[in-house]
């Protein structure tokens, strides 16, 4: 039975900061953030913005984009680590915004960046055993990634979602949940605490945590696909924390197969898959599949039918390398998303709104808002200890 992913959707908030805005706030050369990180330009959510409003837009698109109907969907999970709510899923409050049925499994999943593909392998799964008698699933992976003011990690921060409808006959991206290389360790470079809107880090170690899990996830993935190498993969998507990250990945990745010039390859490789990712920053779960949309949407190359590589990576930790094989037609169909239109049309902040959005954010859950502007799922503030939503209409 062939699996994988028929459509993508993707979502972002309608406010941005550009990364020279925030250099030159912080006293830091523009030059490190754009070259020596990688990023332009990263989304900031505004207060009425949240992880439900951010996944149910994506699930919409990508629903939408596949002309699926909500009683299609037979699971539906959330991976996420900036959840709403210590017991209620992100997935239910989705569930009721985009009208999806009672005959479903609806669940959120946890492991920091990798949360979004546990979801997916545990949903190609459920297919190929047959428990999904036909059904779809739909996998969104929504973050905000918030390291603070005045941080070492401000600028990989980021906000968004992408959700993935995972069906038989996939229209997009086929994958194999049988040849997928893995790796877990249990390390303390990212976490965030109950107690803590912000996420704290160890970066450099980060660093070194996320190259040690994709030599191990590699070599993985070398012993159950024999004979493939880099070569092999007419483009590979990382996660994608900042661009530079992806240059190290590659470089790591390519030096298991004795590339001594690794460089060499990324342009071919890898670079259509940051052009997204590089005006919208780190977001988390999705990241990875940011990258993939990008690939698909940007990439000039003809891809019916390649190999591609894909890396997913979750700080704690977790990773997973894996192959899919590319749909005839699907880089038409991604590049129908105007997914640069969409980036195109958000707000760009100033310093001090930027500053202020952030210290705003802090306070949001424990008051009702009084007055929310424009249209679109968005969040309206707690009642009764009770987070309150509006749809499109509403
Ligand atoms: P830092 O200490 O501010 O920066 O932290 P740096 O000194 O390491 O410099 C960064 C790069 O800029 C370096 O390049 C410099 O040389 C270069 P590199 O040596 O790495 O190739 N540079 C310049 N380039 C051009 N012009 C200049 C200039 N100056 C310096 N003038 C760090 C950077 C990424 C550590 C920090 O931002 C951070 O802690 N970020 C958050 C952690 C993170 O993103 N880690 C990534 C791996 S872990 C992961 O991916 C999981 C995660 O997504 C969470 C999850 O799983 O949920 C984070």
């Not at 997204?276 to 690939?295: E, R």
């Amino acid at each position: 039975m062939k699996v994988g992913i028929d459509a993508i959707g993707v979502s972002v908030p309608a406010l941005c900061i550009d990364l020279e805005v925030l250099a030159k706030a912080r006293g830091v050369a523009p030059s490190k953030y754009l070259d020596g990180i990688g990023t332009w330009r990263m989304g900031v959510a505004p207060i009425d913005e949240d992880t439900v409003t951010l996944a149910a837009r994506a699930a919409q698109m990508a629903m939408t984009s596949a002309g699926a109907k909500p009683d299609e969907i037979g699971m539906l999970v959330v991976g996420t680590e900036t959840g709403v709510d210590h017991s209620k899923p992100v997935s239910s409050f989705v569930q009721g915004l985009l009208g999806i049925g009672s005959r479903c499994r609806v669940f959120e999943t946890k492991h920091a960046c990798y949360g979004g593909t546990a979801a997916l392998m545990m949903a190609l799964d459920w297919i190929r055993s047959g428990s999904a008698n036909g059904r779809k699933a739909l996998v969104v992976c929504s973050d905000i990634a918030r390291y603070g003011l005045k941080t070492p990690g401000e600028p990989t921060q980021g906000a968004g979602a992408v959700a993935l409808l995972v069906s038989e006959n996939p229209r997009l991206l086929e994958l194999d949940p049988s040849r997928t290389g893995q790796f877990a360790a249990d390390v303390h470079d990212f976490w965030r605490p109950l107690y803590s809107k912000d996420a704290f880090v160890d970066g450099h170690y980060s660093v070194q945590c996320y190259l040690d899990a994709i030599s191990g996830a590699y070599k993985h993935f070398r012993e159950l696909a024999p004979g493939v190498t880099a070569d092999d993969f007419a483009a590979l998507a990382y996660h994608v924390p900042y661009g530079k990250m992806a240059r190290k990945a590659h470089r790591q990745l390519r030096s298991i197969d004795g590339d001594a010039a690794p460089d060499a390859s990324f342009d071919a490789q890898v670079s259509a898959s940051l052009a997204l990712p590089a005006q919208v920053g780190n977001i988390y779960t999705g990241s990875l599949y940011l990258a993939l949309a990008s690939l698909l949407s940007t990439s000039t190359r003809d891809l019916d039918g390649q190999r591609i590589g894909l890396f997913s990576y979750g700080s704690g930790s977790c990773a997973e390398f894996f192959e899919g094989h590319v749909v005839a037609g699907a880089q038409a169909r991604v590049q129908a998303l105007q997914l640069q239109a969409l980036l195109d049309a958000r707000r760009k902040l100033t310093i001090e709104d930027y500053e202020a959005i952030m210290r705003a954010r802090e306070a949001t859950d424990e008051k009702t808002m009084e007055t929310v502007a424009g249209d679109g799922f968005r969040f309206l503030g707690v009642d009764a200890h009770k987070r309150t939503y509006a749809g499109p209409s509403a």
